[in-house]
């Protein structure tokens, strides 16, 4: 009986290193912002300002930004491959996503088109802004081997609450 249990507390001993996560080997460039995968183990790093930790605050409670339409960006999915999708809107600069994060972009009232743009394709939607308003979208997607897929889905702000504390804030526009 003892060498049955040394053996299984050996075996759950070996096993729990590979449950672990790996240390980065390089700490990201100032600029940028991380996130190690679990499949494939590895860090998959964006382009992003530092965001005061005022503002991420901010961003979770789905508060509007200004005087136009604020419409904040969800990228939590189950299937959500590793890749960075870009968000912009109009000829602003795009902001960068990676899986489990939030984005806020400021937009004017009327007509905007929002694009986003991954490597090997983009998508695009149409929506109309009006002053004062809070948009919560949740950005989608699927992928099999080498294609890749994305598009924005509107969601209630209360049925978005609930998942912003286990997302990133990567920044506004």
């Not at 996503?97 to 939030?102: C, K």
């Amino acid at each position: 009986m003892t060498r049955r249990a040394a053996a299984l507390g050996l075996a759950a001993v070996m096993l729990a290193g590979c449950a672990t996560l790996p240390e980065p080997t390089v700490a990201p460039l100032p600029g940028r912002i991380c996130q190690q995968q679990l499949k494939p183990r590895r860090l998959v790093c964006v382009d992003a300002p530092p965001v005061e930790p005022a503002r991420a605050a901010q961003a979770r409670t789905l508060a509007p930004m200004g005087p136009g339409s604020t419409v904040y960006i969800l990228r939590q999915h189950w299937s959500d491959d590793i890749k960075p999708v870009s968000v912009s809107a109009g000829a602003g600069a795009p902001l960068a996503t990676l899986p489990r994060s939030v984005v806020r972009l400021q937009l004017p009232p009327g007509e905007q088109l929002l694009r986003l743009q991954w490597q090997g394709g983009s998508y695009q939607l149409r929506l109309q802004a009006r002053a004062g308003e809070v948009r919560v979208l949740r950005l989608e997607g699927w992928v099999f081997w080498s294609l890749r897929e994305y598009w924005l889905t509107p969601m209630e702000a209360a049925e978005a609450r609930p998942l912003l504390n286990g997302l990133r804030f990567l920044g506004e526009r």
